[in-house]
């Protein structure tokens, strides 16, 4: 009864046909064109917004830090008179030495004045202060450390290249106008003129700084003889740490978890605990750093070896994470024929897994490095904020095995010099800042260029 019911039961209605011919578009497909349309408008203005943000933020960045490499510098015949630099006359290293910048200073001053007289440039409404001031601070200090390498140059006239005064810098640079500086006290527009004559006169020149690059932190009233000398060499340090730490044990880890664990309720809180770290803001980090590094270990504050192993920390979650999605992408066919041609497990995942997933591998740790390279806040709570003037030593011990060598001396970091500048009064610093911003990106690019290269030389095709 059934199928003649079946049989008996009218057919289904058939499905309205469609009018018009397939190459004539109806509305229904206009309406997916013009949203496409949009969609496409939108993506394109999208990638336009993004171009003008990062052209403006380049601008904004290399307009403001260009300067700091690019210095103005005076050049005076300066006679290094004996009976100031030398009053025993023997050129004894120790007599030598005895002799403070406030006697080189003297010394500065005189030639500067004499430099004058013999152009014929007026001194006129300025004292003696006004114009020594057109000189950095630096400059006997400069003097000084040049008689001390070399004593034979007591008593002769040697011609040298001295810093300007920061405002006399900003001048020449279009930073500092006749209007500011008559509101300035720590200049004025005669001093300006008297620099322009000097300019005019061949004496001033503004010339490129490689100094900024050499040179460690100077004083508030020396913003003109900052560098970043310590500041790179300390960001250094702290790279080869984590490189040394982090990556060899993140990346063993990752293989371990991806590879050998077990799948159980320990690894599964192991792998949350990875996931909940890599997203745990760097601040924590600094403050782990400061209770178990320094307040329990004692290491040295604002050394390279607490900063390197605040960032391994910092760093190893990230590595672990990208390791693993490596190891993930390549294909279980790869595996199951190396086991199936009679390999062990670590055979096949030390010859064929990892060589295949090395460009992810090596791709995640760069970025990871980079990250590291620009944290700031955790460097903050270790004291690496600190002013630093001597450059640390070589890293390697060098007095008994326990000695930290350069890793345990004072340093600082890029990003934290960038953020020291930032808080300091003086304009001509916020210049050196920019500066700073510029080499650290400059150092993240090519991280960032290394990690594409080596992608692209150890890709393998399966």
Known sequence: MTDATNMGAAP???PARR????????????RRHRAEARFRAY????????????????????SGGMGAFRQTYITIPVTLDTQIVDPKGARNPEDLRKVTTIGYGRVVDAALRQALAANGISEEGLSDKDIGDLISKEAPAQLRAMVLANPELVGKTIDSSFLTNGRVDGFFKGRVTME?????????PAQLALAQQLKDDGLVETKWNWSFLTNPDASDQRPEAAGVGVAILGSLYMMLIVLFLAVPIGVAASIYLEEFAPKNRLTDIIEVNISNLAAVPSIVFGILGLAAFINFMHLPQSAPIVGGLVLTLMTLPTIIISTRAALKAVPPSIRDAALGIGASKMQTIFHHVLPL????ILTGTI????????ETAPLLLIGMVAFVKNFPGAPWPAEGINSLGGLGDPASALPVQIYNWTQRADPAFFERAGGAIIVLLVFLLCMNLLAIFLRRRFERRW
């Open 12 to 14: 289904a209605a058939a």
């Open 357 to 360: 997933a090395l460009p992810g």
């Open 43 to 62: 993506g394109m203005g999208a990638i336009v917004i993004a171009v003008l943000c990062l052209i403006a933020l380049l601008y904004t960045v290399l």
């Open 19 to 30: 009018h018009g011919s397939l190459m004539q578009a109806d509305a229904n497909l206009r």
């Open 180 to 188: 500011a500086a008559a509101r300035d006290s720590n200049t004025s």
């Open 367 to 374: 970025i990871g490095l980079a990250q590291a390279l620009g």
